[in-house]
């Protein structure tokens, strides 16, 4: 695992905050922090299920996007590197 500094964190934390609040619903967010698998799991309900529920599967994944950008912005860099870089926690 590399080391990054408190500025690369602060970076990554702001990017993937503001991808979060912004583009949740498509997990971009998910992929900025190197969380494929759950980005192609937002991306793909997303856009697949969207179909089927007319909307609502990517109004539900915009609000959980949203949530968690949230959640990143209000965390210090410390807890932040902590939770999701060094314990890879993907949701939430």
């Given amino acids: 695992?590399?080391?990054?500094?408190?500025?690369?964190i602060s970076s990554k934390k702001l990017t993937a905050g503001l991808l979060g609040i912004f583009f949740g619903g498509l997990?971009?967010?998910?992929f900025v922090l190197g969380y494929n698998n759950a980005g192609i799991i937002m991306l793909v309900v997303s856009l697949a299920?969207?179909?089927p529920?007319?909307?609502?599967?990517?109004v539900?994944?915009?609000?959980?996007?949203?949530?968690?950008g949230i959640i990143y912005l209000t965390k210090t860099p410390e807890?932040?590197?902590?939770?999701?870089?060094?314990?890879?926690?993907?949701?939430?």
């Fill in 1 to 8: 695992m590399t080391t990054l500094s408190e500025s690369e």
């Fill in 27 to 30: 997990g971009i967010h998910k």
């Fill in 49 to 51: 299920g969207s179909i």
């Fill in 53 to 58: 529920t007319c909307g609502v599967a990517y």
């Fill in 60 to 68: 539900v994944m915009q609000v959980i996007g949203l949530i968690e």
């Fill in 79 to 92: 807890e932040f590197r902590e939770t999701y870089l060094d314990q890879q926690k993907a949701w939430f």
